[in-house]
Each structure stands twice: as structure tokens, then as C-alpha cells.
């Protein structure tokens, strides 16, 4: 349950740092997003987050239990 708090507050608080670095930073180059802009931003930025963190996670569980499979048979 502890792990499923902090990956929320983690999320949520990246959710909300992209949001408020993009209302002024992208003024800077040129961009002048809503807040229902950036927040649809974050959104998206956010979901590609979690998916490519997703993704990784299960590519070094499956490598480093094959690992663990070839060191077990020799």
C-alpha cells in the first residue's frame, strides 16, 4: 500500500511541476498555452511517463531473471 502512495504522490507531483514549469517557461519561446493547455500537456507527457517507466520495468525483470536462470544452470 506504501508503494501505491508514493507512486501517486510522485505522479501527482510531476503532474503539477510540468504544469506550472510550462505557464512560464514556454512563454519565454514563444508559447502562450491555457492552464486546460498545459494541463492537457502534462497529461499527455505524464501517461508517456508512466508507460515508458512501465516498459523498462518489465524489460530489466525479464533480463535480469534470465540472468538469474543462466547463472543458476552452470
Known amino acids: 500500500m506504501s508503494s501505491l502512495i508514493e507512486s501517486i504522490i510522485d505522479v501527482g507531483s510531476g503532474f503539477f511541476l510540468a504544469v506550472f514549469v510550462q505557464m512560464y517557461i514556454f512563454p ?3 508559447f502562450y498555452p491555457t492552464i486546460f493547455d498545459s494541463m492537457g500537456i502534462a497529461l499527455i507527457m505524464t501517461c508517456v511517463s508512466i508507460t515508458r517507466s ?4 518489465i524489460f530489466f525483470k525479464r533480463k535480469l531473471w534470465s540472468i ?3 547463472k543458476k544452470s552452470r
Open 54 to 57: 512501465w516498459l523498462w520495468r
Open 28 to 30: 519565454i519561446f514563444g
Open 68 to 70: 538469474k536462470i543462466e
